[in-house]
């Protein structure tokens, strides 16, 4: 009968594996029946402390893998995304020039789209969803959240404020009117998100991924498009790496995360707002 590998000699060398080493064996009956990940499959001998180490041990690499796992598939995705609105751009009725599908107006004429097209959940155009008349407001603010022109949806190349759309000459702003909007509509998020935070961090593993996903782009993006972190504040890189920290440690999402969100939300919000008023609207 072939012989368990030991769950240790699953990790990585050097400091990872050596913690591994070491307090697997301090754990009693591991020379007898050494942990191996087929054993977690079945019932066995060991201890629930047993089973806690080895879990533990093993989340940050399965936490990576499903990480590198789910960033390739959202970057085929984008590819995908961006290829297809770019081929479906239409002509203006007017002038001829091209729009994007989910343009309001037009960026040389101003003819309005007769039928604007809604984003899906990672800023591009749909195909077949219309935004109504009535909603034409609010798909200037969902525009504007994905850093793309409110009125034309041309992406905005700068993550800045200080910018005008390159094909209709529009300011991403057009008065303290349009922040205060702005800001009203990523608040009206705040509370589902918060709910789905704390309920996808008591999932194992995939919950952390999940939960800082979900937080980062209904809350975070919104603001942070539209600023160079690294140069903003030494405290959002903190955040930063905590987000990206507490993704690799068991049993830590359950509450760092919904701390995190709620923590970043304002200190992003915040200084979004900051930036507004140091804005020069006399130019719009």
Same mark, same amino acid.
């Not at 060991?46 to 989340?59: K, R």
């Given at each position: 009968?072939?012989?368990?590998?030991?769950?240790?000699?699953?990790?990585?060398?050097?400091?990872?594996?050596?913690?591994?080493?070491?307090?697997?064996?301090?754990?009693?009956?591991?020379?007898?029946?050494?942990?191996?990940?087929?054993?977690?499959? &079945?019932?066995?001998?060991?201890?629930?402390?047993?089973?806690?180490?080895?879990?533990?041990?093993?989340?940050?690499?399965?936490?990576?893998?499903?990480?590198?796992?789910?960033?390739?598939?959202?970057?085929?995705?984008?590819?995908?995304?961006? $290829?297809?609105?770019?081929?479906? $751009?239409?002509?203006?009725?007017?002038?001829?020039?091209?729009?994007?599908?989910?343009?309001?107006?037009?960026?040389?004429?101003?003819?309005?789209?007769?039928?604007?097209?809604?984003?899906?959940?990672?800023?591009?155009?749909?195909?077949?969803?219309?935004?109504?008349?009535?909603?034409?407001? $609010? &798909?200037?603010?969902?525009?504007?959240?994905?850093?793309?022109?409110?009125?034309?949806?041309?992406?905005?190349?700068?993550?800045?404020?200080?910018?005008?759309?390159?094909?209709?000459?529009?300011?991403?702003?057009?008065?303290?009117?349009?922040?205060?909007?702005?800001?009203?509509?990523?608040?009206?998020?705040?509370?589902?998100?918060?709910?789905?935070?704390?309920?996808?961090?008591?999932?194992?593993?995939?919950?952390?991924?999940?939960?800082?996903?979900?937080? $980062?782009?209904?809350?975070?993006?919104?603001?942070?498009?539209?600023?160079?972190?690294?140069?903003?504040?030494?405290?959002?890189?903190?955040?930063?790496?905590?987000?990206?920290?507490?993704?690799?440690?068991?049993?830590?999402?359950?509450?760092?995360?919904?701390?995190?969100?709620?923590?970043?939300?304002?200190?992003?919000?915040?200084?979004?707002?900051?930036?507004?008023?140091?804005?020069?609207?006399?130019?719009?």
């Amino acid at each position: 009968m072939k012989e368990p590998i030991p769950i240790q000699q699953w990790l990585p060398a050097g400091p990872l594996r050596d913690m591994g080493e070491k307090y697997v064996s301090q754990l009693p009956d591991v020379a007898q029946n050494p942990i191996g990940p087929e054993s977690l499959m &079945h019932q066995s001998d060991h201890s629930w402390s047993e089973y806690l180490v080895a879990y533990s041990l093993l989340y940050p690499g399965v936490v990576i893998i499903l990480a590198l796992l789910g960033g390739l598939g959202l970057g085929a995705f984008f590819i995908f995304c961006r $290829r297809r609105e770019y081929s479906h $751009r239409i002509f203006c009725s007017k002038c001829g020039s091209m729009m994007y599908p989910c343009g309001l107006h037009c960026p040389e004429c101003g003819t309005s789209n007769p039928s604007p097209r809604a984003l899906n959940w990672i800023g591009y155009s749909r195909l077949r969803t219309v935004v109504p008349p009535s909603g034409w407001k $609010r &798909h200037e603010e969902v525009l504007r959240s994905y850093r793309r022109c409110f009125y034309c949806g041309q992406p905005l190349r700068e993550p800045s404020l200080d910018q005008r759309c390159p094909a209709c000459g529009k300011a991403v702003l057009q008065g303290e009117q349009s922040v205060d909007r702005y800001d009203a509509y990523i608040g009206r998020r705040r509370g589902w998100t918060f709910a789905a935070v704390v309920v996808l961090g008591v999932v194992p593993i995939l919950g952390p991924l999940l939960a800082s996903s979900l937080y $980062r782009r209904t809350l975070i993006n919104p603001y942070s498009l539209y600023m160079t972190v690294y140069r903003e504040s030494f405290l959002m890189v903190v955040l930063f790496l905590c987000r990206h920290l507490f993704r690799l440690l068991p049993f830590i999402g359950i509450i760092g995360m919904p701390v995190l969100c709620v923590t970043e939300y304002h200190l992003y919000r915040r200084m979004f707002l900051w930036k507004a008023e140091k804005y020069d609207f006399r130019g719009e």
